[in-house]
């Protein structure tokens, strides 16, 4: 039988489902320990559990509606590449988006290109931190107070990492999180808001207290496919799991109707037990990206992303820089055939989605560093039931396919 690597997944042993989901269920404190913990993690004063990270980002949008009607500020600048449920909560919130290119060898918001926009009129601006990889956020910290905005902190890929000493989620006002599948930890759905703002965070809690809370069903569901999404990620059931196409493992798509709600005991049982485990999951990924790094730096035409030096990047994936558009297609191909998921990440960049570009000023719909990224980047898996050898077999396929 072939062995099969999923392109991101932590791994979630069944005992942990099991403990947690009772503890979680039993006993009324796993939601607010969850919080504290996650709120002292980021260096926050406050922390709000939603039912996904999509979900804590369109009420903290819509918070920020209600705040700017008195300002005036009613748009959110975004990443030209990141992942679409971003500005998919900005719109539904009512907000306008903004996209700000980002540069093409950091990944992150080129501090130079949101220098030249006009923020008057700014509310917030969001960063991404993709893969784990702390964007430059001193600078969109600074510019940011500068213009009298909020910097969102998205940290949805970034639980634990670090930059200059502090937790990426931690920098500017709010941080989100996320405990999707292939996030840093996960319960299937989940995620948080960590405040540093009183006002931000006493404008969420007004929308918050007014939401459902994720029902039994719904938790039923979502913990019976925990257990089957742990026992999937096995290399040796993801081969099946991914020929029948189980689970949405993997898929882009833009998607603005998902459910608004607090977030479940029984699945912050879960997370904190994950949560407690964070450091051991994470330091796996950095060991898995560590030999990615020093197997693929001298691989022909694959460059590296730009880390900032004090930068402590967890690696939910590892991305590497492909120009050769048939170099890179072709190696996602040789990837994928032979068992190791390898991804084209997010297909476009922002100006180029569909349901995006009509909502966009003439300025913003040229982004040629987002585009750069969507054409080149490839996203390796790093979680912990990669082989010690996956480096080495990377860098054979994707020397080998080079024409
Ligand atoms: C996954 C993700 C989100 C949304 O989180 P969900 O829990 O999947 O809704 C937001 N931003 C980024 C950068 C993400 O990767």
């Not at 009298?148 to 990426?168: I, M, S, T």
């Amino acid at each position: 039988m072939r062995r099969h690597f999923a392109p991101a997944g932590t791994p979630v042993d069944l005992a942990s489902i099991a403990l947690g989901a009772a503890g979680g269920s039993l006993s009324s404190g796993a939601m607010e320990a969850l919080s504290l913990r996650i709120a002292r993690l980021s260096g926050s004063s406050g922390c709000l559990l939603m039912s996904s990270g999509r979900a804590a980002m369109t009420v903290l949008m819509s918070a920020m509606r209600e705040l700017g009607r008195k300002t005036g500020r009613d748009e959110i600048v975004v990443p030209g590449y990141t992942c679409y449920s971003v500005p998919a909560a900005v719109l539904r919130a009512g907000l306008k988006v903004r996209l700000c290119d980002v540069n093409p060898h950091t990944l992150g918001i080129d501090p130079d290109a949101l220098r030249k926009m006009p923020l008057g009129r700014t509310a917030a601006i969001v960063s991404a931190n993709l893969y784990g990889i702390p964007d430059d956020l001193v600078a969109l910290e600074s510019i940011a107070a500068e213009q009298g905005a909020w910097l969102v902190d998205d940290a949805a890929q970034a639980l634990g990492a670090r930059l200059d000493g502090r937790p990426v989620g931690g920098f500017g006002s709010v941080g989100i999180y996320s405990f999707d599948k292939g996030k840093n930890i996960t319960t299937i759905q989940g995620g948080a808001a960590v405040f540093r703002s009183l006002e931000l965070e006493a404008a969420f809690h007004d929308l918050f207290e007014r939401l459902p809370s994720t029902g039994p069903l719904a938790t039923a569901v979502l913990t019976a496919k925990l257990a089957a999404y742990s026992i999937a990620l096995r290399p040796l059931v993801y081969e099946r799991i991914q020929r029948i196409g189980a689970l949405g493992l993997g898929r882009t798509i833009y998607e603005d109707d998902f459910p608004v709600c607090k977030y479940s005991p029984t699945l912050s049982g879960i997370a904190l037990r994950l949560l407690h485990r964070l450091d051991a999951i994470n330091g796996a990924r950095i060991d898995n990206a560590k030999r990615l790094e020093d197997a693929l730096g001298s691989v022909a035409g694959v460059r590296l992303v730009d880390v900032a030096a004090s930068a402590k990047p967890v690696y939910a994936r590892y991305p590497v820089l492909i120009d050769d558009p048939e170099h890179r297609a072709a190696s996602i191909d040789a990837l994928r055939r032979g068992g190791i998921g390898a991804t084209g990440s997010y297909p476009s960049a922002l100006c180029d989605v569909p349901e995006v570009a009509p909502h966009l000023a003439a300025e913003d719909r040229e982004l040629p560093g987002a585009r750069q990224v969507a054409r080149t980047i490839v996203t390796l898996p790093t979680h912990a039931y990669c082989p010690r050898d996956l480096a080495e077999r990377v860098a054979r396929e994707i020397s080998a396919t080079r024409c």
